[in-house]
């Protein structure tokens, strides 16, 4: 089907009840319709039938979406909303009209680009250029000096053994999906990862992965996200694992959508233990600390797994566990690089409810909310993944 004709048809869902209004983050922010997901549906009608051009107002408001999906959640009429906005972008693409910002950032993640960027941004961390454009606030000039505020400290990419064996009789072996940041970004998590699974008895896998594939499916660039998806399936299925497990919820989302097979069970890391622990006697240590619980979209709009977090982290003992309002912190991927403006706005609300607890670490499952929030919060409380705290207080 032409993508014009499936977008007209899935706009037709839609009733225009508003339903989903107050549950949009960035309606919330403007009340305006153009930024509700009924307005935007509006939009990707006009603009299919012929009846609006892809001008550059109809366009930004398009990119403004976060694709966090609290519409499709609510929606009464099933309105397959990601699909929606996953197309009308693609659309946007094949049009040729996507904003300088969002070409660049595009042209960033390609597969062939991304795999030298991370070494050319640590060599700009560590040469001192970065010192020197700060001092010189030439990043100011070229307007990228608040995204590149977000650009954590970049370690030596993580070495990984192509295997773990488990530390007692082996339950099976899982493969775990670090994608292309973890390694970069989140090591902690994934030693903790690793530390925990063997633990418990499984043989821990880090099979050969390329990038999930979710920055480019969700930008427009859907050739990119599948030939990305049919290589991640040609490592990752070529083994029976009992499971396939990923730290990242962003990208396990992709993933599970992108494999699309049902032998083996695709599934965040903190859900698999909580199922391990309910068939298996696990004791935790204590851990005397408050603990402030994001929730990222992706884990409850698309995964619904969130509930495992709070489930397992409530198995250590004395740990305070703070649930922060269910919200969207804003970071959407790439949105907070390419809408930066926009993606602090939707995360400030979040930043206050933090800074008023008393927690002493954030806990978030998605690295791209992790480093958000980590930018936000300037140092004054850690983010970190909850896996830390179930490795640090596994006994
Ligand atoms: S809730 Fe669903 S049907 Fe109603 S306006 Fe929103 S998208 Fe359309
Ligand atoms: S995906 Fe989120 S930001 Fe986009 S229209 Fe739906 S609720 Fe609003």
Do not use: W
């Amino acid at each position: 089907m032409q993508l014009k004709q499936k977008i007209d048809q899935l706009t037709d869902q839609c009733v225009k009840c508003g339903m989903c209004l107050p549950s949009c983050p960035t309606y919330q922010l403007s009340k305006n319709e153009n930024e509700s997901p009924r307005g935007r549906i509006a939009l990707m009608q006009g603009i299919v039938k012929g009846e609006l051009s892809l001008s550059p107002n109809v366009i930004q408001h398009l990119d403004h979406c976060l694709g966090c999906l609290s519409c499709e959640k609510i929606c009464p009429s099933k309105v397959e909303y990601e699909t929606l906005i996953d197309a009308i972008r693609e659309y946007t693409v094949t049009e040729n009209k996507i904003s300088f910002q969002e070409k660049l950032i595009s042209f960033l993640i390609k597969p062939t680009v991304q795999n030298n960027l991370f070494s050319l941004l640590r060599f700009y961390q560590r040469s001192g250029i970065q010192k020197l454009l700060r001092f010189a606030g030439l990043l100011k000039l070229i307007g990228l000096s608040k995204q590149e505020q977000l650009l954590p400290k970049l370690y030596t990419r993580l070495k990984l053994q192509p295997s773990y064996s488990a530390k007692q009789n082996s339950l099976g072996s899982v493969a775990l999906f670090t994608g292309c940041m973890g390694q970069h970004f989140e090591q902690a998590a994934i030693v903790a990862s690793i530390k925990v699974l063997t633990q418990l008895g499984y043989d821990v896998e880090i099979p050969k992965q390329v990038c999930c594939g979710a920055l480019h499916q969700h930008s427009g660039f859907r050739q990119q996200a599948d030939a990305l998806a049919k290589t991640n399936a040609r490592f990752l299925l070529n083994k029976s694992y009992q499971a396939i497990l990923f730290t990242a919820s962003g990208c396990g989302a992709q993933l599970k959508t992108s494999l699309q097979q049902d032998q083996v069970s695709v599934s965040s890391l903190m859900d698999f233990i909580l199922q391990h622990t309910r068939k298996h006697p696990v004791s935790f240590a204590r851990i005397e600390q408050a603990v402030a619980v994001h929730q990222p979209c992706s884990l409850q709009n698309t995964l619904k797994q969130s509930d495992a977090v709070i489930l397992l982290l409530s198995k250590i003992p004395q740990l305070e566990i703070i649930e922060l309002q269910s919200q969207c912190c804003g970071a959407a991927g790439k949105n907070m690089l390419s809408q930066t403006k926009l993606a602090n706005q939707i995360r400030q609300p979040l930043l206050e409810q933090i800074q008023q607890t008393s927690a002493d670490v954030v806990v978030s499952s998605n690295i791209g909310c992790a480093l958000h929030l980590t930018a936000g919060l300037q140092s004054k409380r850690p983010v970190i993944h909850p896996i830390e705290l179930i490795a640090e207080s596994l006994q």
